[in-house]
């Protein structure tokens, strides 16, 4: 809620008084920007750097690869944080520490809309007791009726879908964490 308004900027930054609120004594001043606004492109920037200080202060590693990502780890459970513009998504092996999160992020932020995730960066989650499945029906579906293709012939997936999808034995691992 409102994630960019919590941030000072580094930048000297200025505006002209908006149409309809010019003051009548100065209608040429400007004035300087020192919290973030929409609109402005050092908004994202600002904000991420005081929620990664945050995490990191309350014990988060930053993924080495993805600078994005934070990492808690805790009596074997692990709990992963990934931020992208002003959203966040979590996880854990332990609700604990999903309860844990929430109340540290508002302690500090007025966050809204904390409950499961159904809907990421286009893709679609689903959360069953066997597994986290993801999928972009409702991209296709869309990019199917732009291009009018819902009347027209189905195709089957080009791989085989029962055969498991195995690790390259000469390939290099990339989870470094």
Same mark, same amino acid.
């Given at each position: 809620?409102?994630?960019?308004?919590?941030?000072?900027?580094?930048?000297?930054?200025?505006?002209?008084?908006?149409?309809?609120?010019?003051?009548?004594?100065?209608?040429?001043?400007?004035?300087?920007?020192?919290?973030?606004?929409?609109?402005?492109?050092?908004?994202?920037?600002?904000?991420?750097?005081?929620?990664?200080?945050?995490? +990191?202060?309350?014990?988060?590693?930053?993924? %080495?690869?993805?600078?994005?990502?934070?990492?808690? /780890?805790?009596? *074997?459970? &692990? =709990?992963?944080?990934?931020?992208?513009?002003?959203?966040?998504?979590?996880?854990?092996?332990?609700?604990?520490?999903?309860?844990?999160?929430?109340?540290?992020?508002?302690?500090?932020?007025?966050?809204?809309?904390?409950?499961?995730?159904?809907?990421? +960066?286009?893709?679609?989650?689903?959360?069953? %007791?066997?597994?986290?499945?993801?999928?972009?029906? /409702?991209?296709? *579906?869309? &990019? =199917?009726?732009?291009?009018?293709?819902?009347?027209?012939?189905?195709?089957?997936?080009?791989?085989?879908?029962?055969?498991?999808?195995?690790?390259?034995?000469?390939?290099?691992?990339?989870?470094?964490?």
């Amino acid at each position: 809620k409102s994630a960019f308004l919590y941030e000072t900027i580094e930048e000297e930054v200025y505006v002209c008084q908006p149409p309809g609120f010019e003051d009548p004594d100065h209608p040429n001043k400007v004035y300087k920007v020192v919290k973030a606004i929409y609109g402005l492109h050092q908004d994202p920037k600002a904000w991420y750097k005081t929620l990664a200080n945050y995490l +990191l202060e309350n014990g988060f590693q930053r993924g %080495k690869i993805d600078q994005t990502l934070f990492i808690k /780890k805790k009596k *074997g459970d &692990i =709990l992963l944080v990934q931020i992208y513009v002003d959203d966040i998504i979590f996880g854990a092996t332990n609700k604990d520490l999903c309860k844990y999160f929430e109340k540290l992020m508002k302690d500090k932020f007025q966050m809204s809309s904390m409950r499961e995730l159904t809907f990421f +960066l286009g893709l679609q989650v689903k959360q069953k %007791k066997d597994g986290i499945f993801i999928s972009q029906d /409702k991209y296709i *579906g869309e &990019i =199917l009726r732009k291009f009018r293709l819902t009347e027209g012939k189905s195709a089957s997936t080009p791989i085989d879908t029962e055969k498991p999808l195995l690790k390259d034995p000469d390939g290099e691992d990339v989870d470094v964490h």
